[in-house]
Every structure is written in C-alpha cells, then in structure tokens.
C-alpha cells in the first residue's frame, strides 16, 4: 500500500494534516511521528513514497532529519517536502535544497494548491522507482552476461593450456598446480578479486611457449645443450607472441612474458628488475620455481618441497620478490598448503 510520512511535534497539526491528506488522496495510508527520532525510524521501517517534514521542531529539526534522510541508503531516493509555518528567508530555502529538500510549502495551506505538490511528489517518486527497478534489472543483466563472459574466456585459456599437454603432460600438470599455488600467494597478498582471477589464469598458460619446443628437447633426460637451453629460454617471448593479440580483461600477455625475470636483472628474456616486473609475474616466478624443484621431470626426480622453500627463501630479495616469498612461506608453513591431485589427461606413446 502507498504511503505518506507526515512529521510534526505538535499534534493538532499532525491530526489536520492527516485528515487533509486522507480528503485529497484517501488511497494512500497517512502515517505520523511527533519528532525527528520517531520519523527517521518510521521512515526506515515503512519506507513511505513522500515525507512532509516540519521545519522547526525541538532537539532534531527538519533539516538535520532531511540530511540524514538523504544520507541513509535505504531512505535517500523518498521525495522530501519541507513544511513551515514561519515565512522563511532565501538562504534557509537554499541550505534545505542543498541537504536534499525537494520541495517547500508554507502554512497555511492551500488545499487545491497542496494537492497538486503532493501528486507531483508521488508521481517524481513513481517514475525513480521504476527507473531503479529497471537500472537494477539491466545491472543484473550485464553482472550475468559478464560472468557468462569470464567463464567462457577462462575456459578459452584453460583450452589453451591443455593444447600443450597434448605434446607434454608435465608442462600441462605443472601449470595447473602452479597456478593453484600462486592464486593462493596472491589471496594471501590480499590482491584484489580481479587481480587474483588475472594470476590464476595467467598461471594456467604461462608455459605455453613451449609448444614450439621439441618434445625431445622438453623430456630429455640428460643435460641440455646451451643451444637447447637457448631454445628453453625463448618460451617467453613464444607465449607473449601467442597471447599478445587475444582481448583478455587481465595484461596476460605481459605476466606470461615476465615470469622468468629476476629481481636482481639476471633474469629473460628483458632483463627487466624489481618494480619493473609486474606483481603478478613475481607471484608466478616464485609459483613456478616451487613447484618445478618439488615435482618429477624426466631429467630428475622430484627434489621436495623443503628444498623448493629454501631456494625461495635463500634468494628473497635477490630473485624473488620479499613480500611474494613470505606469503608463499605463510601458506606452506602456516595455512598448510598442498597441491591438488590432477588427474593426467594424457599418456605418452613410448
């Protein structure tokens, strides 16, 4: 049922202005509050369509119970109309429009005069409440069809990066558990939503380069070559070059392309040090080095996870980003972290 706030801190006036009210619109429920307190409760409980608020009232007056009107979420589209018996200055006007006042009228009342405010009042509301419902309804819209959007560009990357397990099953796991870990470095870092979403998924591809890479070069079990090592190293200027043109919310292009650099400059493919490295790429670097020390190859077997953390921590600051190997440490040590089992997709033919 619609309804009309009326507030006064004396009765009679309350008791008139009902019966005024219940005459132009009986349609509408008239609700009343003799003081400010009483009407800011009443107006966040019922939540009326119009509120007719006395000016000069004792302890709150109007206008401070317009402004916390129109400072409070729930109450702050509710047309307020500002009711004074006392012939008010042009400034007093001015301070009630600039706290949110819509509308002013003075005692005494005009009947025909008032009715017309009021319905003008009640149709201004009308018309907000529908441009609302119709501005929440085209959020929820776009909210779904970008989360549609995100789950078809992550399954897009996911796609992307199995493609390379097809050559090497070891790369595909490695990547995966990689970006397990560094998404959990990244919450641990208090990164924002989006930027977890832009590290887990640039994890997922990191090591796409490698796909240019001969198999027999990647499971090699001996000692590589330099020019083999070589070859190695071009995977991340090779993943830059693939992902650099595809429209992603996240520079993956970028993390992919950074994620062998080294604090201290002494990484590739740029040589690129400290702030020069974007935070995403020192959390996959030191992801990566994790995970690849403490898991099998074909050249060696799995060093363990104390070893992988010694490395890190032996070379904070040096190669690794400080913050990224602390809170890569907290989540082993403390939060007791362990890489998921992922089921191979793949087997070799041998």
Aim: glycine share 6%; charged share 30%; net charge negative.
């Amino acid at each position: 049922m619609s309804k009309i706030l009326v507030i006064d801190d004396k009765l009679d006036n309350l008791i008139s202005m009902k019966a005024l009210l219940k005459s132009i619109i009986p349609e509408y429920k008239i609700i009343t509050a003799q003081n400010g307190t009483e009407g800011l409760e009443k107006a966040v409980r019922e939540l009326p369509d119009t509120i007719l608020l006395d000016i000069h009232m004792p302890g709150m007056d109007g206008y401070e119970v317009c402004q916390r009107l129109k400072s409070n979420h729930n109450t702050e589209h509710i047309p307020v109309v500002m009711v004074t018996a006392v012939r008010i200055d042009s400034e007093s006007r001015v301070k009630g429009l600039e706290i949110g006042a819509d509308m002013y009228i003075s005692k005494p009342l005009n009947a025909q005069e008032f009715a017309s405010q009021i319905r003008v009042m009640l149709r201004i509301k009308k018309a907000e409440d529908k441009l609302r419902s119709e501005k929440d309804i085209l959020e929820e819209m776009v909210q779904r069809k970008t989360e549609k959007l995100k789950k078809t560009e992550e399954g897009t990357i996911i796609a992307i990066a199995r493609i390379i397990g097809v050559k090497d099953p070891y790369i595909s796991g490695h990547q995966e558990r990689v970006s397990q870990l560094a998404t959990e470095i990244a919450k641990d870092m208090n990164f924002s939503k989006e930027q977890i979403e832009g590290v887990k998924i640039s994890a997922m591809v990191h090591d796409i380069g490698k796909i240019e890479i001969p198999s027999e070069i990647l499971s090699k079990p001996g000692k590589i070559t330099d020019i083999e090592y070589g070859l190695i190293q071009r995977h991340a200027t090779t993943g830059y070059e693939i992902l650099k043109e595809i429209d992603y919310p996240w520079p993956i292009a970028e993390i992919v392309y950074q994620h062998h650099e080294r604090i201290d400059g002494s990484g590739y493919p740029r040589g690129l040090k400290g702030e020069e490295i974007m935070p995403e790429a020192r959390i996959i670097a030191v992801a990566d080095v994790v995970e690849a020390m403490s898991s099998h190859r074909p050249y060696r077997s799995a060093l363990g996870i104390e070893i992988a953390l010694e490395e890190i921590s032996s070379n904070k600051g040096i190669l690794y980003d400080h913050n990224v190997v602390n809170a890569c440490l907290e989540i082993f040590e403390n939060k007791h972290f362990k890489f998921k089992v992922i089921k191979s997709r793949y087997t070799h033919n041998r």
